[in-house]
Each structure stands twice: as structure tokens, then as C-alpha cells.
């Protein structure tokens, strides 16, 4: 596809086609993923805008450099040489693997809990961090969806923040590679009896989410890192 290059403000210069340049305050031109809106749906919008900005450095959340209008549409810069998760692993992923990423996404969940903001995470909502042939951090993308905008008014009406059955979801469909949500046989043989659990339990506060030894069992030296890290993010 050809580009063709924009100026959409001092800061950022758009090829057309997804990506972009974003000017730093030092002048450092930094190469972006670029999204472009062409409905504001302005409130909701405003907001997500509001949640990646106070969430900047978060280890776990797609980082957003820069937002803007031009023309009729808006742009949002976010941080690009990430890989989609279901590239990566198109069947179904290690145990030790998938506690990882659940793990980092309760973080990330932990960390939007204080702004309200729902996020339905589901595999493809969910991009990787390599480092070398390492899989470094798992990173939660799926901001600015209308789905997600719709099931937010249908939670504030029930009074609930989370939609925590979607991280029973998606850890079944991490641990299986499907989406039935019922265990097979051979998924009762491989899998342990801490996931079995975690996927079953219909857990309702976020709290036993997190206390659930399926959880609360990994932490890494390098996690706990990061974690202080997305703690200091919400300062």
C-alpha cells in the first residue's frame, strides 16, 4: 500500500496507513502505531484518552505517546513493535506461560479499577513485548472500542466495575485453545488442578481473582518489578 505522508499537528506526521513519527519534547522522532477515528464519540472517547494518559509507563498498558484532531477525524499514537498474542501462539499455551500473562492482566485490570474503566479481555485484545526471543511483558490494547463503551453504560447501571468472567474466558482459551468453556478429558489430564479451579469457580469480587493461588502462585522476581512500577504509574 502506498503512503502518503500527513502533518497532523507539531508532532505528528502520519504515512496514511497506520504508522507515523511522534515528535518528543527533545525533538526525538520516535516511530508510532497510529489509529485514526473518524467518529469522536467524544465523551467516552475523551475519557479513554484521559485513563492512557494518567497510565503512561504502565508495564502492562498499551503506552498512548500522543492524540489530536485533524479534519474530521482523530489520531492516537501509541507504541508500536508489539506482536498481536494470537500470531505468537495461534493454539493453546503453557500453563506457567498463561499464569504469566493472566497474572500481568489483573495487573493492568488492578491498575483501571480506580477510573471505572472496563476492558473485556479476550486473546485478541492483547499485544507482546519481546525481548530477543523472550516473551518480556503482555500488554493490555483494547481501549476506544465501541463494544467496550456499550458494556461500561450496561455495568454502571448494574452498579458493577469489571466484567471479571473474562478472565475465566480468557484464561480457558489460553490453557485450550477454544472457546467452549468445557473442559475435555484429556484438558482434566494436562491441566492442573489450581486451573482447573481458577477457570470453574465463577470467582465474583476481583479480590478472589487476585487471592486465587492460580494468581497470587506466580510472582516473579521480574513481575513484582514491574508491578511497583504500574503502582507508581498511578500516582
Given at each position: 500500500m502506498?503512503?502518503?505522508?500527513?502533518?497532523?499537528?507539531?508532532?505528528?506526521r502520519y504515512d496514511g496507513v497506520g504508522g507515523g513519527v511522534y515528535t518528543d519534547d527533545d525533538g526525538i522522532e520516535i516511530p508510532v502505531a497510529i489509529r485514526?477515528?473518524?467518529n469522536n464519540r467524544a465523551e467516552n472517547f475523551d475519557r479513554d484518552v484521559s485513563v492512557l494518559k494518567n497510565l503512561r509507563g504502565h508495564p502492562y498498558i498499551i503506552h498512548m505517546y500522543h492524540e489530536c484532531v485533524s479534519g474530521d477525524a482523530r489520531f492516537v499514537a501509541f507504541e508500536t513493535e508489539l506482536v498481536d498474542l494470537k500470531a505468537l501462539f495461534p493454539g493453546k499455551i503453557s500453563e506457567l506461560l498463561v499464569q504469566k500473562i493472566v497474572y500481568q492482566m489483573m495487573?493492568?485490570?488492578k491498575s483501571?479499577?480506580?477510573?471505572e474503566k472496563t476492558i473485556f479481555i479476550k486473546p485478541e485484545n492483547i499485544l507482546v513485548k519481546m525481548d530477543g526471543q523472550e516473551y518480556d511483558r503482555f500488554i493490555l490494547a483494547d481501549f476506544f472500542s465501541t463494544q467496550n463503551f456499550q458494556k461500561e453504560a450496561e455495568l454502571m447501571y448494574m452498579n458493577k466495575r469489571h466484567d471479571l468472567s473474562s478472565i475465566s474466558t480468557l484464561t480457558f482459551s489460553l490453557l485450550t485453545g477454544r472457546e467452549d468453556n468445557k473442559f475435555t478429558q484429556n484438558d482434566r489430564e494436562v491441566l492442573s488442578h489450581s486451573a482447573r479451579d481458577f477457570v470453574t469457580q465463577n470467582l465474583k469480587s476481583f479480590k478472589?481473582?487476585?487471592?486465587?493461588p492460580f494468581v497470587s502462585s506466580y510472582k516473579p522476581i521480574h513481575d513484582m518489578v514491574e508491578q511497583n512500577k504500574a503502582q507508581r504509574a498511578e500516582i
Amino acid at each position: 500500500m502506498r503512503k502518503e505522508w500527513s502533518q497532523l499537528d507539531e508532532r505528528l506526521r502520519y504515512d496514511g496507513v497506520g504508522g507515523g513519527v511522534y515528535t518528543d519534547d527533545d525533538g526525538i522522532e520516535i516511530p508510532v502505531a497510529i489509529r485514526k477515528f473518524e467518529n469522536n464519540r467524544a465523551e467516552n472517547f475523551d475519557r479513554d484518552v484521559s485513563v492512557l494518559k494518567n497510565l503512561r509507563g504502565h508495564p502492562y498498558i498499551i503506552h498512548m505517546y500522543h492524540e489530536c484532531v485533524s479534519g474530521d477525524a482523530r489520531f492516537v499514537a501509541f507504541e508500536t513493535e508489539l506482536v498481536d498474542l494470537k500470531a505468537l501462539f495461534p493454539g493453546k499455551i503453557s500453563e506457567l506461560l498463561v499464569q504469566k500473562i493472566v497474572y500481568q492482566m489483573m495487573a493492568a485490570l488492578k491498575s483501571l479499577e480506580k477510573y471505572e474503566k472496563t476492558i473485556f479481555i479476550k486473546p485478541e485484545n492483547i499485544l507482546v513485548k519481546m525481548d530477543g526471543q523472550e516473551y518480556d511483558r503482555f500488554i493490555l490494547a483494547d481501549f476506544f472500542s465501541t463494544q467496550n463503551f456499550q458494556k461500561e453504560a450496561e455495568l454502571m447501571y448494574m452498579n458493577k466495575r469489571h466484567d471479571l468472567s473474562s478472565i475465566s474466558t480468557l484464561t480457558f482459551s489460553l490453557l485450550t485453545g477454544r472457546e467452549d468453556n468445557k473442559f475435555t478429558q484429556n484438558d482434566r489430564e494436562v491441566l492442573s488442578h489450581s486451573a482447573r479451579d481458577f477457570v470453574t469457580q465463577n470467582l465474583k469480587s476481583f479480590k478472589l481473582f487476585c487471592d486465587h493461588p492460580f494468581v497470587s502462585s506466580y510472582k516473579p522476581i521480574h513481575d513484582m518489578v514491574e508491578q511497583n512500577k504500574a503502582q507508581r504509574a498511578e500516582i
